[in-house]
T-cell receptor, first 117, second 114 residues
Framework: AQKITQTQPGMFVQEKEAVTLDCTYDTSDQSYGLFWYKQPSSGEMIFLIYQGSYDEQNATEGRYSLNFQKARKSANLVISASQLGDSAMYFCAMRGPWSSNTGKLIFGQGTTLQVKP | NAGVTQTPKFRVLKTGQSMTLLCAQDMNHEYMYWYRQDPGMGLRLIHYSVGEGTTAKGEVPDGYNVSRLKKQNFLLGLESAAPSQTSVYFC?????????????FGEGSWLTVV
């Protein structure tokens, strides 16, 4: 069975500093995808970054990077140069093989990030 | 582009009433999902569909039913609403293969059961 775990309910970071949000996962599939989403207080789900299990390089999108350690089954999100607008809830998610007929997509419990000025 | 549209956005139900939430996507996506999100918590998968005419149970399916009669629509039904089903409901969709790298979400539907 698939499982996603985010062990940090809340995090604080000083503006302009970097922060790492932890995510570990469990799956027996060889092919899978990992996502990070941001949910501000307004409630919408904003896609941040995606990492495929066979991607050799860590994914990066602007100030976001995904520290993918396959053997440890971790997919931590790194936000560089934090901004006040980064204050939000962050979710890690995992999906099974996208070429199969499973397609199940599950989320972790989330981490609330607060950026201090 | 409309993307993923959920209706209604807000609803108050009395215990025991029934209702249907509609999710519509205009991107010809195969996969569609229904989640619920309770205050301060993550999204829990209720049901999902990997194509027209298919449905599957997620993590918390009890008390809900779904149907995917048309590829673009995914309906979530509450047959007899309970206060425990007070939540925010999100619909999402994605394509197959590499298109599945991007998942699109609706704006959410706030449901209160009194």
């Amino acid at each position: 069975a698939q499982k996603i775990t985010q062990t940090q309910p809340g995090m604080f970071v000083q503006e302009k500093e970097a922060v790492t949000l932890d995510c570990t996962y469990d799956t027996s599939d060889q092919s899978y995808g990992l996502f990070w989403y941001k949910q501000p207080s307004s409630g919408e789900m904003i896609f941040l970054i995606y990492q495929g299990s066979y991607d050799e390089q860590n994914a990066t999108e602007g100030r976001y990077s995904l520290n993918f350690q396959k053997a440890r089954k971790s997919a931590n999100l790194v936000i560089s140069a934090s901004q006040l607008g980064d204050s939000a809830m962050y979710f890690c998610a995992m999906r099974g093989p996208w070429s199969s007929n499973t397609g199940k997509l599950i989320f972790g419990q989330g981490t609330t990030l607060q950026v201090k000025p | 582009n409309a993307g993923v549209t959920q209706t209604p956005k807000f609803r108050v139900l009395k215990t025991g009433q029934s209702m249907t939430l509609l999710c519509a996507q205009d991107m010809n996506h195969e996969y569609m999902y229904w989640y619920r999100q309770d205050p301060g918590m993550g999204l829990r998968l209720i049901h999902y569909s990997v194509g027209e005419g298919t449905t599957a149970k997620g993590e918390v399916p009890d008390g809900y039913n779904v149907s995917r009669l048309k590829k673009q629509n995914f309906l979530l039904g509450l047959e007899s609403a309970a206060p425990s089903q007070t939540s925010v409901y999100f619909c999402a969709s994605s394509g197959l293969d590499r298109a599945g790298n991007t998942i699109y979400f609706g704006e959410g539907s706030w449901l209160t059961v009194v």
